[in-house]
T-cell receptor
Framework: KQEVTQIPAALSVPEGENLVLNCSFT??????LQWFRQDPGKGLTSLLL?????REQTSGRLNASLDKSSGRSTLYIAASQPGDSATYLC????????????FGTGTLLAVQP | GAVVSQHPSRVICKSGTSVKIECRSL??????MFWYRQFPKQSLMLMAT?????????EQGVEKDKFLINHASLTLSTLTVTSAHPEDSSFYIC???????????FGPGTRLTVT
């Protein structure tokens, strides 16, 4: 069964800290992996997308890495800000005819001012 | 570009009634649309995949007669929750993929509350 797990489930850090969110997936034959941000009661905002052939992607203070062989991805947030507080979801696309996304369990991040 | 809208954003209905949620791709033609459900403090769970002009494919455990999906055009898919019950209260999110593409674009979600 294809499962995606995220740890930690919740994280609270003081403003300015660098932090790492983890995502693991059981089936390494992925097509791509995507990180999303979700604010309370809102939809999803796509942050970064990594193709299976890539090792990392960067956007501003965010850096996502991918290690297919170990079934892991990390999202690194540098110099965290209170505005980064949200739930972060990773999602794996196994491609094929359906292009279904399998979502992880999410990490609730709180950045304290 | 690649904007997906949902309507309504919030709906409250009485138990036993039916509710329709619309998902529209505003600036592209969506050959495939997905419907997800998200319970409080949980992740998104895929309910069904719909392709324009054909029947939806439901995930295991999702009742197709209860959650009716229609994808009649390349820009509109609807999800109808029939005979809603309080346990159907959830956040429903749709996404869409353009022809030949693979990236899903997500709508803002619809909060359904069944009283």
């Amino acid at each position: 069964k294809q499962e995606v797990t995220q740890i930690p489930a919740a994280l609270s850090v003081p403003e300015g800290e660098n932090l790492v969110l983890n995502c693991s997936f059981t089936d390494s034959a992925i097509y791509n992996l995507q990180w999303f941000r979700q604010d309370p009661g809102k939809g999803l905002t796509s942050l970064l997308l990594i193709q299976s052939s890539q090792r990392e992607q960067t956007s501003g203070r965010l850096n996502a890495s991918l290690d297919k062989s170990s079934g892991r991805s990390t999202l690194y947030i540098a110099a965290s800000q209170p505005g980064d507080s949200a739930t972060y979801l990773c999602a794996v696309n196994y491609g094929g005819a359906t292009n279904k996304l399998i979502f992880g369990t999410g990490t609730l991040l709180a950045v304290q001012p | 570009g690649a904007v997906v809208s949902q309507h309504p954003s919030r709906v409250i209905c009485k138990s036993g009634t039916s509710v329709k949620i619309e998902c529209r791709s505003l600036d592209f033609q969506a050959t495939t649309m997905f419907w997800y459900r998200q319970f409080p403090k949980q992740s998104l769970m895929l309910m069904a995949t719909s392709n324009e002009g054909s029947k939806a494919t439901y995930e295991q455990g999702v009742e197709k007669d209860k959650f009716l999906i229609n994808h009649a055009s390349l820009t509109l898919s609807t999800l109808t929750v029939t005979s809603a019950h309080p346990e159907d209260s959830s956040f429903y999110i749709c996404s869409a993929i353009g022809q030949g593409a693979w990236e899903q674009y997500f709508g803002p979600g619809t909060r359904l509350t069944v009283t």
